[in-house]
């Protein structure tokens, strides 16, 4: 092998990846590809015979290598000890020649070994091409491999094949709509095709090569054509849905220089970017992107139980249930039982059966929707013909948001309501959401259903609800409006919903009902993680939305719909009880027609003696007479009786500095208890921040005499979790220091820095815009901070606040994915609110202190 020939192999190559950031055609770029690399080993093994057959696996025998995948080779050989000197020696050449081959060596014998001991190689085996050697061994080894497939093997290796699928998708996900997919492994990914592959040809007995220059999934889906095994629409579907997705695998390797395939934000931009010269380059191109995982996912789906029934015992005829002169259930399959055509009010009707029975669709109809589905063209008599059934869909006891899903998945709810057409596939940029906007969105409605059966206050107000089918079209229209304006959406998707309402026929009591749910459906969540839920003008304030209790626990329905779909982080115990407080609270105030601080106040009569209790230190009098030093109402609703008389035992003991560990729920709640001082909070907050943790609420007390009782709810900043008890020693040391004036905290946040510049690197460096709202109220200026999080954003804003002169008398922290949205309520030194005249001064110094921050 000459130097020359292997400089000529390497310069193609590299030509070639250039070309491949242009070469829209991904299956061509990979069959290049493939060939080459063929080529070229067929070139360093020479013309010498060998009496083994080396082969391609994996995607180069598919002939679908991307850039940097791994190549894959099998040396198959009836005789080891004959083979293994010259195995030997050509996979050295290979290497040497710059083909980084990943090599197995198989014998005869391990047909039967891996059938039995391990599956997963075992069909690998189906996935390889003859490239050189012995052809004979070859040919003897394909015949011996699917002599071996019995009947019985077949059903055993389909059902693995099956599992694989289930536990690929517990640990990607089962939707091919996520917002940063594994371009492999996700639903509707590449690895969903190819599993379908595999089944095919365990079933056909044959492999999927012939002796064109094509590749496998090109093979594949002309073979689906030919044997009718689907329509030529979704081949052409199929074809042109694989290439977009292998496109952007192809993209990733030669813009990482390296084999990746999670799609993440900052390259679906970049290759946005590429394709789209356009402000709305993005949402389009991951709108195609999505439709494309989704043509792959209902084709997996769609066969995975087509092979199922080939394998299951037919049922008899007589089981047939006849569902009308159109459809027949058979167990739990709906088929198309006559000749006549269907239309979209036909489909409709199908998809009611769908939900009523718990059914699905055979091939058969599944193709036929799909075909007339691409066939509609919108028209207002349509939907009045299809409303009918909709509507009942929306009133089904179970398996409305399975039905939702399963219309959206074959393009149903996008030709029967075109709004919704719009939010298909629709991203938000960002990683609070998780998912695309219509599979929130049904996710929403499935979470509602979940509750029907589960025992919590939520499910009880949920089972007492009647109309259930306008929680799910407020549901269906909370973010319809996100494609037109995410700002906003919910004014604009109010109108929208009660438009489309109007078309379908509702009445307008009706109508008033979903929009006053679509147009509120944020309100619940923003007063409660940003505002003090024991704060009199903030419940007078939430309260006076509602005219009736119904319009109160739909709204709260709504509230834990939306978040609960977002991502799997985002609902947690502490979001659940401050919904459950707010709404308790206010509740409570329209049940007995009084205000929040009647309210309040009715809560807030303390008996000294059931405090002094908890301690024989206490006397009444010494409750009585800390109780009085607060100015808050809010006090004695935040903490315990128990907890208030800790905090009067540990200032009668007169330490500089007192703190109370606490768990509860998912997060550590930390007392603090000084006399207070300029800039205390902020090195509270440094202290949390250089202890890797969380803060998630601070609330401030301060007595008469200048003592401070401040308490902050904190996770781990690693695990989520509860602080690990051996840590506090360690925070308490730290504050104990930091309030002493031992501890130079800026020193330690560049130390921390330091020692998390990769994880700042990857959350806290996402470009953003900077907002800063101003709320009034009664008592407080209360400060809206919007920003994209940063390393010791917390410590940053609130060392600020008091060069600024303002005390923080309340602060609510929430992060947002990787978004910042923090409320203060602050006064000036003097207990004052913030003059307007302040507002932008206050403003800009507080943005220009944020983007201060490395």
Same mark, same amino acid.
């Given at each position: ?12 190559? %590299? ?11 991904? @299956? ?86 891996? =059938? ?35 009947i019985k093997v077949k059903i055993k290796l389909l059902n693995? =094949? ?15 709509? *996520? ?41 594949? #889906?002309?073979? @689906? ?28 390797? @030669? #813009? ?86 269907? !239309? ?48 009942? #869909? ?5 398996? *409305? ?29 960002? *990683? ?38 306008? =929680? ?6 909370? !973010? ?85 779909? *977002? ?57 009585? !007479? ?46 603090? #208890? ?46 989520k979790e509860k602080i690990n008890e051996d840590k506090y ?10 309030? %002493?004036?031992?501890?130079? @905290? ?29 709320? $009034? ?22 060392? $600020? ?54």
């Amino acid at each position: 092998m000459t130097e020359n020939k292997k400089q000529i192999f390497l310069n193609t190559k %590299s030509k070639l990846f250039k070309q491949g950031l242009h070469q829209k055609d991904s @299956l061509k770029f990979s069959l290049e590809y493939s060939l080459l690399v063929e080529d070229f080993i067929r070139t360093i093994a020479g013309k010498k015979r060998y009496n083994f057959s080396l082969t391609s696996a994996g995607s180069f025998s598919r002939r679908e290598l991307s850039p940097y995948s791994d190549i894959d080779i099998i040396f198959i050989t009836d005789s080891l000890s004959e083979s293994e000197k010259d195995i030997t020696n050509l996979v050295q050449q290979f290497w040497d020649n710059g083909i980084e081959v990943s090599h197995t060596v198989r014998i005869f014998s391990d047909i039967k070994k891996y =059938l039995r001991d391990d599956l997963h190689v075992f069909t690998q085996f189906f996935e390889t091409r003859h490239l050189l050697g012995s052809k004979q061994v070859y040919e003897d080894w394909k015949e011996k491999l699917f002599k071996v497939i019995t009947i019985k093997v077949k059903i055993k290796l389909l059902n693995e =094949l099956f599992n694989d699928i289930e536990e690929r998708y517990k640990k990607y996900g089962d939707s091919p709509k *996520v917002l940063e997919p594994n371009i492999k492994t996700s639903a509707g990914g590449l690895r969903d095709f190819q599993t379908v592959e595999w089944m095919y040809i365990l079933f056909t007995k044959s492999m999927l090569h012939n002796q064109k220059e094509l590749t496998q999934a090109e093979i594949f #889906i002309d073979q @689906l054509n030919k044997n009718k095994l689907t329509t030529p629409q979704e081949c052409k579907r199929l074809v042109e849905s694989y290439k977009l997705v292998l496109f952007v695998r192809n993209i990733l390797h @030669l #813009i990482e220089n390296q084999k990746t395939d999670r799609f993440e934000f900052r390259y679906q931009k970049k290759i946005a970017k590429r394709l789209y010269n356009n402000p709305k380059a993005l949402s389009q191109f991951m709108q195609e992107y999505f439709r494309a995982t989704n043509v792959i996912y209902r084709f997996t789906k769609s066969m995975r139980k087509k092979f199922g029934e080939e394998i299951s015992n037919p049922l008899p005829e007589a089981l047939n249930i006849i569902l009308d002169e159109q459809f027949v259930l058979k167990w739990k399959t709906i088929s198309h039982n006559s000749d006549s055509e269907l !239309d979209l009010s036909d489909v409709m009707r199908a998809f009611y059966y769908r939900g009523l029975h718990t059914a699905h669709f055979d091939e058969s109809l599944r193709s036929e929707i799909v075909e007339i589905v691409e066939e509609t063209v919108y028209k207002t008599e349509t939907e009045n013909e299809s409303s009918v059934f909709f509507r009942e #869909i929306l009133k089904l006891p179970k398996n *409305v948001g399975h039905t939702l899903s399963a219309m959206n998945e074959l393009g149903v709810l996008g030709a029967f309501m075109p709004e919704f057409k719009d939010v298909t596939g629709f991203m938000q940029h960002g *990683v609070y959401h998780c998912y695309t906007t219509d599979e929130h969105t049904i996710m929403t409605i499935k979470n509602l259903e979940k509750l029907k059966d589960s025992n919590t206050s939520l499910s009880n107000i949920y089972n007492s609800i009647k109309d259930k089918d306008i =929680l799910y079209l407020a549901m269906l229209f909370h !973010d319809i409006a996100k494609s037109i304006n995410i700002a906003g959406h919910e004014i604009i998707g109010a109108e929208m919903g009660a438009s489309i309402m109007q078309r379908l026929g509702y009445e307008d009591d009706e109508i008033d009902k979903v929009a006053f749910l679509v147009k509120n459906h944020l309100l619940m969540e923003q007063v409660a993680f940003r505002r003090n839920l024991n704060d009199a003008e903030t419940l007078d304030k939430f309260g006076s939305n509602f005219n009736t209790f119904e319009e109160l626990e739909m709204l709260y329905l709504v509230t834990y719909a939306d978040l609960s779909a *977002v991502n799997s982080v985002v609902w947690t115990s502490w979001k659940s009880d401050l919904l459950t407080e707010l709404f308790s609270k206010v509740k409570a105030m329209l049940e007995q027609k009084i205000s929040g601080e009647e309210f309040l106040i009715s809560k807030t009569y303390v008996i000294p003696k059931d405090i002094s209790k908890f301690s024989p230190e206490l006397t009444e009098s010494n409750v009585q !007479d800390h109780i009085e030093s607060i100015n808050d109402i809010g006090y004695t609703h935040h903490f315990s009786e128990e907890e208030i008389a800790k905090h009067i035992v540990e200032i009668e003991k007169g330490s500089n500095l007192s703190v109370l560990f606490n768990n509860i729920s998912d997060f550590t709640n930390i007392t603090i #208890i000084t006399k207070d001082f300029p800039a205390l909070l902020s090195k509270l907050c440094g202290v949390m921040l250089i202890n890797d943790l969380n803060i998630h609420d601070a609330k401030i007390f301060t007595r008469k005499d200048g003592i401070v009782i401040d308490t902050f709810n904190v996770s781990d900043f690693r695990t989520k979790e509860k602080i690990n008890e051996d840590k506090y020693s360690t925070i308490e040391n730290n504050l104990n220091n930091v309030i %002493s004036g031992f501890l130079k @905290l800026d020193q330690e946040i560049e130390k921390l820095k330091t020692k998390w510049w990769r994880i700042e690197k990857k959350f806290f460096r996402r470009s953003g815009k900077i907002q800063i709202d101003f709320e $009034k109220h009664d008592k407080y200026t209360i400060l809206d901070i919007f920003s994209p999080d940063r390393l010791g954003f917390l410590f940053q804003v609130t060392n $600020k606040m008091n060069e600024l002169g303002l005390m923080i008398y309340f602060a609510k922290i929430s992060t947002r994915g990787d978004d910042i949205v923090d409320s203060f309520y602050v006064l000036d030194r003097e207990g004052k609110k913030v003059s307007l005249n302040d507002y932008e001064f206050v403003k800009s110094e507080l943005i220009s202190s944020i983007e201060e921050i490395n």
